[in-house]
């Protein structure tokens, strides 16, 4: 017998069909939401909030610190909080890789609002979101824009030494290598120069711009004299100089008028102003602030959205450190 469905119901099952094409193609999209710890932990933002401006307040630097652990999570494995993970007996974590090693810091802070968190409402958030949260929050405090975080992640129970080594950008990259890191993860080039922004906070290590103060040319000379004094040619590899010297602790632009003026601190950041395809993007974030910002914002809610675990995959850990 023919169908006498009805041109409504037709319509209503073509369209249930396209969302389950949409959710099959791009499940994470579909399961992550902003609202999503909204009946189960309502006060889990706000006890967030509270926990990262005191760790801002206590030292500024945290905030860059924090917004870092976050990119370094996303993309190694997507944003499934497995940066977090201690070695085990049977697994090398990330935290040793070579991007990561006496380089990312803020687990402690981590910690604390996990420990705050499981108090209100126990095995409900999970630390990939925490992290995400965190990032967002680090950036408001230091006078940054805002962003909508998209909840819903899962935690790992695992993570990738390997993958940790080989997907993360090295500061010794130049452009085409930039471009291909990020391209790798589904952003532009112009994506990738807003987030390459995020240096206009925190420091970096002696180790990892000591060739560029001492061997290039594409670099201020009085700037590049002013950094020698506590970088020497030989030891002091974990001596701290701030990427943007011009306001290391906010949140702005001027890292790309820095770079304008051949004062970018790692070789990767000069590179995005060095005569190539991105000094015009550079150019246009150091003359419009608002750009900047609101490019970043979306980049980042992008970032968020890397291949998270969602649904029934992965578990919500107890302790951030470990698996359950």
């Not at 130049?174 to 925190?202: Q, R, W, Y």
């Amino acid at each position: 017998m023919a169908s006498k469905c009805s041109p409504p119901f037709e319509r209503l099952k073509f369209l249930l069909g396209l969302f389950l094409l949409h959710v099959i193609i791009n499940p994470a999209s579909a399961q992550l939401s902003s609202t999503f710890y909204a009946t189960t932990c309502p006060n889990a933002l706000s006890t967030i909030k509270s926990a990262v401006n005191t760790a801002v307040s206590n030292e500024a630097r945290m905030g860059a610190s924090l917004l870092r652990l976050h990119f370094h999570d996303c993309f190694v494995n997507g944003c499934d909080g497995s940066i977090l993970l201690d070695d085990t007996a049977n697994m090398t974590g990330e935290k040793t890789a070579i991007p990561n090693l006496n380089s990312v810091r803020g687990f402690d802070v981590i910690d604390t609002i996990k420990t705050q968190v499981e108090s209100l409402c126990p095995g409900v958030v999970s630390c990939a979101d925490i992290v995400a949260v965190a990032a967002r929050d680090s950036v408001v405090a230091l006078g940054g824009p805002s962003w909508n975080v998209l909840l819903g992640r899962r935690d790992s129970t695992n993570a990738s030494f390997n993958a940790a080594n080989s997907n993360l950008p090295a500061p010794t990259l130049n452009l085409s290598g930039l471009i291909s890191a990020f391209t790798n993860k589904g952003f532009t080039a112009n994506e990738m120069v807003a987030l390459s922004g995020s240096h206009t906070i925190g420091q970096a290590r002696c180790t990892n711009f000591r060739t560029r103060i001492y061997n290039e040319t594409n670099i201020n000379s009085t700037f590049a004299a002013s950094l020698r004094g506590n970088c020497p040619s030989t030891g002091g590899d974990n001596n701290l100089s701030p990427l943007d010297t011009t306001s290391p602790t906010s949140f702005d632009n001027a890292y790309f008028k820095n770079l304008q003026n051949q004062k970018g601190l790692l070789h990767s950041d000069q590179q995005l102003f060095s005569g190539g395809s991105t000094d015009s993007q550079v150019n246009t974030y150091s003359s419009n602030s608002a750009t900047f910002a609101t490019d970043f914002a979306n980049a980042m809610v992008k970032m968020g959205n890397l291949s998270p675990l969602t649904g029934t995959s992965g578990q919500i850990r107890k302790n951030c450190r470990k698996a359950n």
